[in-house]
């Protein structure tokens, strides 16, 4: 945990010791500029070429309002080194003259008058466009990168929503922004009232999250300030994240994210294998149960004589296709333990029978315990081992019911059922304090 507390502090750190404008994505103005293209010439004659910046200002008096708009933004879509403000500003000021409400024309003379250093003017004009026009792509992105740059970070973020609805393409750099944002404490705030809302595009920025080493302290971060919020991370939500950080070996840091997302009466009687009775619905996430249907079986939680909830295994005539039925994610300090557990079976016919295996995750070939085999027929009985976990190399386990199999043909099934409930690992201490 502390690896991950020392990541997450050494971001916020950095978020506030960066310059103001740090959160801008300079790509966003690039794509600002295309997407006006597509706005505008979806809707002009694109075969027009009767002006160009060199036309006198007579021509451009009686040129048709769509060639104005036309030529000028071709002209603002150019490269720095070739871009000609002064006539995107006075060809927007003509439409402008004879519409004052043209959304596309606002724009152009917004990002002229920024261009040219008035800030306020080019603010206000950037804003009247938008209230024009809220679809107008490159404007939400200016705006975005505007109050980003002021740090208002919840501004910034409702010009990103709209921007994120309707263009997808800028989605990842919109999604890095999001997670600078994280790193300073008002735009952690902006960033997780803006997902409380939960808008369309909040799954695809804890995807975002999940996919890169560098940004899990930031899923962390999010996840965590998700909670309590009327929209919790939802299983399909933390899924991606915590195995994520199971792959990158932070085990620890994800039991507690996972623990952090139990309701109450789950976490109160927490122990170390949770759920181990079935009282709780299974979540299939890698800290709950995780169950593995395959062709000739069937997998569910029953309640049969003789307890509450079990886990049912129903097997068919024929090959059953994988070893692996049921697993549990543990993380287990070194030391001594006890696994103990209720199971009862009837007629269940495979070769070696099924078995309950412990085994460190990075090494599945280092199996701490095994259960003995469970086949035929046999009325509810108590299974208790003992096993240890080592000082090295084992900071995560793996609770696994598996299939006895060293040959094909040992996953032929004939039938019959099996039950299994009432799981508990007790660790030596406790149980001598006890």
Same mark, same amino acid.
């Given at each position: 945990?502390?690896?991950?507390?020392?990541?997450?502090?050494?971001?916020?750190?950095?978020?506030?010791?960066?310059?103001?404008?740090?959160?801008?994505?300079?790509?966003?103005?690039?794509?600002?500029?295309?997407?006006?293209?597509?706005?505008?010439?979806?809707?002009?004659?694109?075969?027009?070429?009767?002006?160009?910046?060199?036309?006198?200002?007579?021509?451009?008096?009686?040129?048709?309002?769509?060639?104005?708009?036309?030529?000028?933004?071709?002209?603002?879509?150019?490269?720095?080194?070739?871009?000609?403000?002064?006539?995107?500003?006075?060809?927007?000021?003509?439409?402008?003259?004879?519409?004052?409400?043209?959304?596309?024309?606002?724009?152009?003379?917004?990002?002229?008058?920024?261009?040219?250093?008035?800030?306020?003017?080019?603010?206000?004009?950037?804003?009247?466009?938008?209230?024009?026009?809220?679809?107008?792509?490159?404007?939400?992105?200016?705006?975005?990168?505007?109050?980003?740059?002021?740090?208002?970070?919840?501004?910034?973020?409702?010009?990103?929503?709209?921007?994120?609805?309707?263009?997808?393409?800028?989605? #990842?750099?919109? +999604?890095?922004?999001? @997670?600078? &944002?994280?790193?300073?404490? %008002? !735009? =952690?705030?902006?960033?997780?009232?803006?997902?409380?809302?939960?808008?369309?595009?909040?799954?695809?920025?804890?995807?975002?999250?999940?996919?890169?080493?560098?940004?899990?302290?930031?899923?962390?971060?999010?996840?965590?300030?998700?909670?309590?919020?009327?929209?919790?991370?939802?299983?399909?939500?933390?899924?991606?994240?915590?195995?994520?950080?199971?792959?990158?070996?932070?085990?620890?840091?994800?039991?507690?994210?996972?623990?952090?997302?139990?309701?109450?009466?789950?976490?109160? #009687?927490?122990? +170390?294998?949770?759920? @181990?009775? &079935?009282?709780?619905?299974? %979540? !299939? =996430?890698?800290?709950?149960?995780?169950?593995?249907?395959?062709?000739?079986?069937?997998?569910?939680?029953?309640?049969?004589?003789?307890?509450?909830?079990?886990?049912?295994?129903?097997?068919?005539?024929?090959?059953?296709?994988?070893?692996?039925?049921?697993?549990?994610?543990?993380?287990?300090?070194?030391?001594?333990?006890?696994?103990?557990?209720?199971?009862?079976?009837?007629?269940?016919?495979?070769?070696?029978?099924?078995?309950?295996?412990?085994?460190?995750?990075?090494?599945?070939?280092?199996?701490?315990?095994?259960?003995?085999?469970?086949?035929?027929?046999?009325?509810?009985?108590?299974?208790?081992?003992?096993?240890?976990?080592?000082?090295?190399?084992?900071?995560?386990?793996?609770?696994?019911?598996?299939?006895?199999?060293?040959?094909?043909?040992?996953?032929?099934?004939?039938?019959?059922?099996?039950?299994?409930?009432?799981?508990?690992?007790?660790?030596?201490?406790?149980?001598?304090?006890?």
């Amino acid at each position: 945990m502390d690896g991950w507390k020392q990541k997450i502090q050494d971001q916020m750190v950095a978020g506030a010791s960066k310059p103001r404008r740090r959160w801008i994505v300079p790509s966003l103005l690039g794509i600002a500029g295309l997407l006006l293209v597509v706005l505008i010439l979806g809707s002009v004659d694109r075969d027009s070429r009767a002006l160009t910046t060199h036309s006198p200002k007579t021509s451009l008096e009686k040129a048709k309002t769509a060639d104005l708009l036309q030529t000028a933004q071709v002209e603002a879509s150019k490269s720095s080194e070739e871009r000609d403000w002064d006539f995107v500003q006075q060809a927007s000021q003509i439409v402008l003259r004879r519409d004052p409400l043209n959304a596309s024309a606002l724009a152009l003379y917004g990002f002229s008058l920024d261009a040219h250093g008035e800030d306020a003017q080019a603010l206000d004009v950037i804003r009247a466009a938008n209230a024009r026009d809220p679809r107008i792509l490159a404007v939400n992105i200016w705006l975005f990168n505007h109050y980003a740059a002021a740090n208002e970070f919840s501004e910034a973020i409702r010009y990103a929503d709209m921007t994120l609805r309707f263009a997808g393409r800028v989605s #990842g750099q919109l +999604y890095a922004s999001f @997670g600078q &944002f994280v790193t300073v404490p %008002s !735009g =952690l705030t902006a960033v997780t009232n803006a997902l409380a809302k939960n808008p369309p595009w909040r799954s695809g920025f804890l995807r975002y999250l999940s996919r890169n080493k560098e940004t899990l302290p930031t899923a962390y971060i999010v996840l965590s300030s998700l909670q309590g919020t009327r929209a919790p991370p939802t299983n399909d939500e933390l899924a991606p994240v915590l195995n994520a950080m199971i792959e990158n070996g932070a085990y620890q840091d994800a039991l507690f994210l996972w623990i952090g997302t139990l309701p109450n009466e789950q976490s109160a #009687g927490l122990d +170390y294998l949770p759920n @181990g009775h &079935f009282q709780f619905p299974i %979540s !299939g =996430l890698p800290f709950d149960w995780t169950l593995v249907p395959q062709r000739g079986m069937e997998i569910s939680i029953a309640s049969p004589e003789g307890a509450d909830h079990a886990l049912r295994i129903d097997l068919y005539r024929g090959r059953l296709g994988a070893n692996d039925l049921a697993r549990k994610l543990l993380v287990l300090a070194p030391g001594r333990y006890s696994f103990s557990f209720r199971e009862k079976s009837n007629r269940l016919g495979l070769p070696r029978g099924l078995t309950w295996q412990i085994s460190c995750v990075q090494d599945n070939a280092k199996v701490l315990t095994a259960s003995p085999p469970l086949k035929g027929t046999l009325s509810w009985t108590r299974e208790e081992i003992a096993f240890n976990v080592p000082e090295t190399d084992c900071p995560a386990q793996w609770l696994r019911l598996r299939i006895e199999a060293r040959a094909a043909l040992d996953r032929e099934a004939t039938g019959g059922s099996a039950w299994f409930t009432d799981f508990k690992i007790d660790r030596e201490a406790d149980i001598i304090s006890n």
